[in-house]
């Protein structure tokens, strides 16, 4: 499975987002779609993640509100809505996948990963 994030940049606060991650080769073996985020610094750490099958999304309570995962399954992607962007947001955002099934939510859950996609958020 090739994972293929875009839609970063730089914005100023208060902005709104949309991030894409394409999947290729395996797809149908995709359970979970998850979304990360690293901030320079920190751990890699889990900000939701979608089940492909029915759409049932889950998010990081740091984010609830404000991010919105969504998934299309005819263009095998799944989008990272973020509203309301704030500085403490600027990090690279990776999406992964997961094959097992049951939703994951650290890194040790997942076997596939996109190359990430930076966000910068200017106050």
């Known amino acids: 499975v090739q994972l293929q994030a875009s839609g970063g940049g730089l914005v100023q606060a208060g902005d709104s987002l949309r991030l894409s991650c394409t999947a290729s080769g395996r797809t149908f073996s995709n359970n979970y779609m998850g979304w990360f985020r690293q901030a320079p610094g920190k751990e890699r750490e889990f900000v939701g993640g979608?089940?492909?099958?029915?759409?049932?999304?889950t998010y990081a309570d740091s984010v609830k509100g404000r991010f919105t995962i969504a998934r299309d399954t005819a263009k095998n992607t799944v989008y990272l809505q973020i509203d309301t962007l704030k500085p403490e947001d600027t990090a690279v955002y990776y999406c992964a996948a997961r094959h097992l099934l049951g939703r994951g939510t650290t890194v040790k859950d997942y076997s596939y990963w996109g190359q990430g996609t930076l966000v910068t958020v200017s106050s």
């Open positions: 979608i089940t492909w099958s029915n759409g049932f999304t």
